[in-house]
């Protein structure tokens, strides 16, 4: 049965499946599907703050309190905001008799390459063993998801939420939490709340053990091509690799380094202009595999040859990277393991079990193919 407003579901959806759940509100033709499983029944996770002194606190009636917690329209911005602050500053969660379903909400700031199917992987293989389906979500490229979103969730209180490369806002949050939904945050955008149990990986010691390894091959002019600086795990990654400059007591080339979209094109602009360059790189380090594609194609058309002229080095080993001509150096991020470690965060989370670390990091390891050599003049 198609789904046409957030409020229904669609029924007789095998457990073993992941579906994919896209709000109204983030364009034409977006439905919202979900799994009418209920867990079985359970005991109410009351919090010992009462609704009516949540609305005591912040000056205003309890319906208003409950329109802000469901994520509803007709309340001030200004008066949602300060509900909220008395919800986080309370650490109120609302009672709730019904058991949560039986579903993972799986975020994603957007669906388009390998990267995200291995953490789907991951996910879905913890969600498989706790009789869990996954729900996923993808927002076009945005970094946050809208009010439909929040109030669809609150609607279906799934058994956990978590968000990949994205961001839910602080009021976001804070609904979730009142809720007694457990939020998981993989790989961030920005720095979560200091409660929320985040899960990523050793970006830093990936781009200093990516570096090094060309350090160490002799090249001196390392190029690096990295992703939005304002993102942590970008930024970790730029400070290994001018660590390994550091450590190596080599000069970083400020022309060198790149700002750049985490795609093939921008690692295709940014390589032609560093080949372009009067004294160009002897090797480049991309922020992951799709700009290391892209600098392969801009090589090819420069008729540079790889690794003879040229090394590249990627980051995440994702499956096609093995089969590049030639096959790529990189970094290997454990994407499966990620998605295993935030959906266990969840389980524990929704059985009232704190996680042993807030912030997990999982290693990433250099694996050394054939895209990279020491320079020609070396």
Same mark, same amino acid.
């Given at each position: 049965?198609?789904?046409?407003?957030?409020?229904?579901?669609?029924?007789?959806?095998?457990?073993?499946?992941?579906?994919?759940?896209?709000?109204?509100?983030?364009?034409?033709?977006?439905?919202?599907?979900?799994?009418?499983?209920?867990?079985?029944?359970?005991?109410?996770?009351?919090?010992?703050?009462?609704?009516? =002194?949540?609305?005591?606190?912040a000056g205003v009636s309890v319906p208003t309190v409950s329109r802000v917690l469901n994520g509803r329209p007709g309340v001030a911005p200004g008066t949602r905001q300060r509900v909220e602050?008395?919800?986080?500053?309370?650490?109120?969660?609302?009672? $709730?008799?019904?058991?949560?379903?039986? /579903? /993972?909400?799986?975020?994603?700031?957007?669906?388009?390459?390998?990267?995200?199917? =291995? /953490?789907?992987?991951?996910?879905?293989?913890?969600?498989?063993?706790?009789?869990?389906?996954?729900?996923?979500? @993808?927002?076009?490229?945005?970094?946050?998801?809208?009010?439909?979103?929040?109030?669809?969730?609150?609607?279906?209180?799934?058994?956990?939420?978590?968000?990949?490369?994205?961001?839910?806002?602080?009021?976001?949050?804070?609904?979730?939490?009142?809720?007694?939904?457990?939020?998981?945050?993989?790989? &961030?955008?920005?720095?979560?709340?200091?409660?929320?149990?985040? %899960?990523?990986?050793?970006?830093?010691?990936?781009?200093?053990?990516?570096?090094?390894?060309?350090? =160490?091959?002799?090249?001196?002019?390392?190029?690096? /091509?990295?992703?939005?600086?304002?993102?942590?795990?970008?930024?970790?990654?730029?400070?290994?690799?001018?660590?390994?400059?550091?450590?190596?007591?080599?000069?970083?080339?400020?022309?060198?380094?790149? $700002?750049?979209?985490?795609?093939?094109?921008?690692?295709?602009? $940014?390589?032609?202009?560093?080949?372009?360059?009067? @004294?160009?790189?002897?090797?480049?380090?991309?922020?992951? $595999?799709?700009?290391?594609?892209? %600098?392969?194609?801009?090589?090819?058309?420069?008729?540079v040859r790889i690794p003879e002229e040229l090394s590249v080095v990627g980051f995440d080993d994702l499956p096609f990277?093995?089969?590049?001509? &030639?096959?790529?150096?990189?970094?290997?991020?454990?994407?499966?393991?990620?998605?295993?470690?935030?959906?266990?965060?969840?389980?524990?989370?929704?059985?009232?079990?704190?996680?042993?670390?807030?912030?997990?990091?999982?290693?990433? =390891?250099?694996?050394?193919?054939?895209?990279?050599?020491?320079?020609?003049?070396?």
């Amino acid at each position: 049965m198609p789904v046409n407003s957030p409020g229904q579901w669609i029924r007789k959806l095998p457990k073993k499946s992941v579906k994919v759940s896209k709000p109204n509100v983030f364009g034409p033709g977006y439905t919202a599907q979900v799994a009418d499983i209920r867990r079985g029944a359970g005991s109410a996770r009351a919090g010992q703050v009462t609704a009516a =002194e949540v609305a005591r606190l912040a000056g205003v009636s309890v319906p208003t309190v409950s329109r802000v917690l469901n994520g509803r329209p007709g309340v001030a911005p200004g008066t949602r905001q300060r509900v909220e602050a008395v919800i986080r500053e309370q650490g109120y969660r609302r009672p $709730d008799t019904d058991a949560p379903t039986a /579903i /993972i909400e799986l975020v994603f700031h957007a669906l388009e390459s390998l990267w995200a199917l =291995e /953490i789907i992987r991951g996910v879905e293989a913890v969600a498989r063993a706790h009789g869990l389906v996954v729900v996923l979500t @993808e927002m076009q490229g945005r970094l946050t998801p809208g009010r439909a979103w929040t109030e669809q969730v609150l609607e279906r209180r799934p058994t956990g939420v978590i968000v990949v490369f994205s961001e839910l806002t602080v009021g976001q949050q804070s609904q979730l939490a009142a809720r007694g939904v457990p939020l998981v945050v993989l790989d &961030p955008t920005g720095e979560p709340m200091h409660r929320t149990p985040s %899960v990523g990986a050793t970006n830093w010691s990936g781009g200093l053990s990516a570096t090094r390894h060309l350090l =160490e091959l002799g090249h001196r002019r390392i190029a690096m /091509i990295n992703g939005p600086v304002a993102w942590p795990c970008c930024r970790a990654r730029l400070g290994g690799y001018r660590a390994a400059h550091e450590m190596a007591e080599v000069a970083v080339h400020p022309e060198l380094v790149r $700002d750049s979209t985490l795609y093939v094109e921008g690692g295709l602009r $940014d390589g032609a202009a560093l080949l372009a360059l009067p @004294e160009p790189p002897t090797a480049v380090f991309t922020a992951n $595999d799709l700009q290391a594609h892209g %600098v392969y194609e801009a090589a090819r058309r420069a008729g540079v040859r790889i690794p003879e002229e040229l090394s590249v080095v990627g980051f995440d080993d994702l499956p096609f990277s093995r089969w590049a001509g &030639p096959p790529m150096t990189t970094v290997r991020q454990p994407l499966t393991e990620m998605g295993v470690a935030a959906a266990e965060m969840v389980v524990e989370l929704s059985r009232g079990k704190q996680p042993r670390h807030t912030r997990l990091e999982l290693a990433t =390891e250099l694996i050394v193919r054939e895209s990279t050599a020491p320079p020609r003049e070396a």
